[in-house]
C-alpha cells in the first residue's frame, strides 16, 4: 500500500513481557517518528529518525524504550518489561523533508494492553 | 526547545456558532505550524500548515508571532467538524515535530 503500515494493530501482553511495534513508512520518507497516543495526555513524542543522522531520543520515556530504523526504511520500537502505564496507542508516522515542510503522514496506530 | 500547548482539552459549540480552538507555542527559532485532525475511526491526518496560508474544510489558522499563537478558527461550524484537533510545530528545516495535547471538538445539532 501507499501509506504508513503498522503491526500489530493490537497487542495483549503480560506485565514483564517485550513488545516489538513495527512501522512500514511510506517508501522514500526520510523522517519516521513515533508517538504515543494515550487518554488526556496527548499526543506524545518518543523519537525522530531523519536519515542518516542520530536519532533524537529525547522523548523516550525510560531506559526500557528503544527504537531502530533499518536500512532507512522499517522502524521496530521495542518495550522491555512492559508495565500497566505503558497501555496506549502508539503512532508511527514518516515525511518526505522537502525544504523544512514537514507534512507527516500517520499510520493507524498500534493499540498495546498490559494487563 | 519546542513547546506546544492547546489549553482547551474539551470544546463544544452549536452547529452553525463560530469555533476557535487555541495553540500558544514556545520555539527560539522560527517555527512551522500545523493543524493536525483526527475523525472517529480515522488516521490523524494534516488540516492546514500555515506556510500555505490556506483555508481548508472553512478553517483558518494565522501565526502571530508577536502572541506565539497559531488559532484555528472556522466562521460557522458544522457537525462533520466534530474531531481531535492538534496543534504541532517544526523548527525550519529538518526538525522533529512536536504536538500538543489535543482539543476534542464537539458540534451540537
Known amino acids: 500500500g501507499a501509506g504508513v503500515s503498522q503491526s500489530p494493530s493490537n497487542k495483549v501482553t503480560e506485565k514483564g513481557k517485550d513488545v516489538e511495534l513495527r512501522c512500514d513508512p511510506i517508501s522514500g520518507h526520510t523522517a519516521l517518528y513515533w508517538y504515543r497516543q494515550s487518554l488526556g495526555q496527548g499526543l506524545e513524542f518518543l523519537i525522530y529518525f531523519q536519515g542518516n543522522s542520530a536519532p533524537d531520543k529525547s522523548g523516550l520515556p525510560s531506559d526500557r524504550f528503544s527504537a531502530e530504523r533499518t536500512g532507512g526504511s522499517v522502524s521496530t520500537l521495542t518495550i522491555q518489561r512492559t508495565q500497566q502505564e505503558d497501555s496506549a496507542v502508539y503512532l508511527c508516522?514518516?515525511?518526505?523533508?522537502?525544504?523544512?515542510?514537514?507534512?507527516?503522514?500517520f499510520g493507524q496506530g498500534t493499540r498495546l494492553t498490559v494487563v | 526547545a519546542q513547546r506546544v500547548t492547546q489549553p482547551e482539552k474539551l470544546l463544544s459549540v452549536f452547529k452553525g456558532a463560530p469555533v476557535e480552538l487555541k495553540c500558544n507555542y514556545s520555539y527560539s527559532g522560527s517555527p512551522e505550524l500545523f493543524w493536525y485532525v483526527q475523525y472517529s475511526r480515522q488516521r490523524l491526518q494534516l488540516l492546514l500548515r500555515?506556510?500555505s496560508r490556506e483555508s481548508i474544510k472553512g478553517f483558518t489558522a494565522d501565526l502571530n508571532k508577536g502572541e506565539t499563537s497559531f488559532h484555528l478558527k472556522k466562521p460557522f461550524a458544522q457537525e462533520e467538524d466534530s474531531a481531535m484537533y492538534y496543534c504541532?510545530?517544526?523548527?525550519?528545516?529538518?526538525?522533529?515535530?512536536?504536538f500538543g495535547q489535543g482539543t476534542r471538538l464537539t458540534i451540537n445539532p
Open positions: 500555515h506556510i
Open positions: 508516522a514518516s515525511s518526505l523533508e522537502t525544504r523544512g515542510v514537514t507534512e507527516a503522514f
Open positions: 504541532a510545530l517544526s523548527g525550519r528545516g529538518a526538525q522533529k515535530l512536536v
